[in-house]
């Protein structure tokens, strides 16, 4: 471009750009008798408002709370979606969400990150801060009283943008741990109920993970690989059994850096499925690397089958392959997207948005299948859900409803549009069976 334009180039305005959250309390006639709306600012700030929109005709702004506040000096720009939840030690519903972004990180390799190192749990309603975690240059000391509390984690060194993942193991509608992660390729967990207590001054933080390098941290002066998207849990067993484990599922890419010249093209990403045994809520242990791994081949190779030892196991992407989304499991199956620039083309002036790719992983083998989307870009994140389709009635057949469960943007398989980054499919089925017939004889 000449540089003549660029001299009257003028800044990009941002506004509410980030993930809203939502909370919603409904009356027993099933009328809505509180909402409210959290906004983020993604590139366009560091604060986070709430917006009080229980008459849509009069929305009022219940709250305001930025870098500059008391408590939040850790607070990045704003691109975690805060998620409103239950937890046990505070009576009020909790705001959770990761401390945001560094503009750090856009430099190749990212300099030194100084905001956005850590996860905040606030009062959904006074957005008074609950909890804590943070960056620490020394030790990890927690503080504080049983209404609100502060950690400083050794170890937390790099922002947050990514949302908070739940798991409420005990199925009491109250949440008793977080899975987080950040991009310098660690993943961290929070537990809500310690067997010292409940309350935000004895709620736990450690390290699971540490993936940014394969010896773990990476040093000064490397690019990480980076965890955009939050942690998608799965949990197998009964909180605190023998053999019981959480099987934490993420995969690494700069969303930030797509194009083929980026520095980020040479960084080798790879797809995680990490079991986390200690499903008690006092967690802590050995740091999972690269070394405690099951390395289950490259995904455009052929599929190796995970043989369940060590601590999980990694898929690698083709160079200069990313995950540019989070994924999702349902029925059995891990739904992610990845996208991996191309070169531009020599004889045609159409635009060139990279190769997509949908891939259908089974968490417990490795084993998968991939879908190449038409038109390439960055895939959304695959959704689920269940649709009520009616049947009408036709002749003395009466009208009935069916229940399927649908997932759009999950590629593969024979129904709905499996070549779209947008369409949908029937996730309906059951897990397979081999059901075989039994005789006997009875004299």
Known sequence: ??????????????????????????????????????LTMRRGGRFIYALNVSDPGDPKVMWKISSSDTGFGELGQTWSRPRVTLVKGYANPVLVFGAGYDPAEDAEPPTTDTMGRGIFVVDAVTGVRVWNAAYSAGTTTCTGSATQAACA?????????????????????????????????????????????????????????????????????????????????????????SGSYDVVLLGSGDREHPLQGSGSFGVTNRFYALKDTATGMNASGTVITETALFNGGVVT???????????????????????????????????FGTNKPTPPSTTSCRSNLGEAKGYALNPFKGTFDATVFDGGGLPPSPTVGIVTIVVPATGDKPATTVQKAFCIGCGGGPEGDSKSALGAQDVSSTVPKNPRRSYWYKK
């Open 301 to 335: 190779g052929s599929t190796i089958t995970y043989d369940g030892s060590l601590s999980g196991f990694y898929k690698t992407f083709a160079t200069g392959e990313k995950s540019v989304n989070a994924s999702v499991t349902t029925k059995g199956t891990t739904f």
């Open 153 to 241: 984690v050794a170890g937390m060194n790099w922002a947050m943008p990514a949302d908070i993942s739940f798991v409420d193991r005990d199925n009491d509608g109250k949440i008793d741990r977080f899975y987080a992660a950040d991009v310098g390729g660690n993943v961290w967990r929070v537990d809500l109920e310690p067997t010292a207590g409940n309350t935000p001054d004895k709620w736990q933080v450690s390290k699971l993970a540490a993936l940014g390098c394969a010896s773990g941290a990476c040093t000064s002066g490397t690019t990480p690989r980076k965890f955009f998207f939050p942690p998608n849990v799965v949990s197998v067993g009964a909180t605190g059994a």
């Open 1 to 38: 471009m000449p540089s003549t334009a660029l001299a009257s180039a003028r800044t990009k305005d941002y506004f509410s750009d980030g993930s809203p959250g939502v909370y919603q309390l409904l009356k027993s006639d099933g009328t809505v008798d509180k909402a409210y709306i959290y």
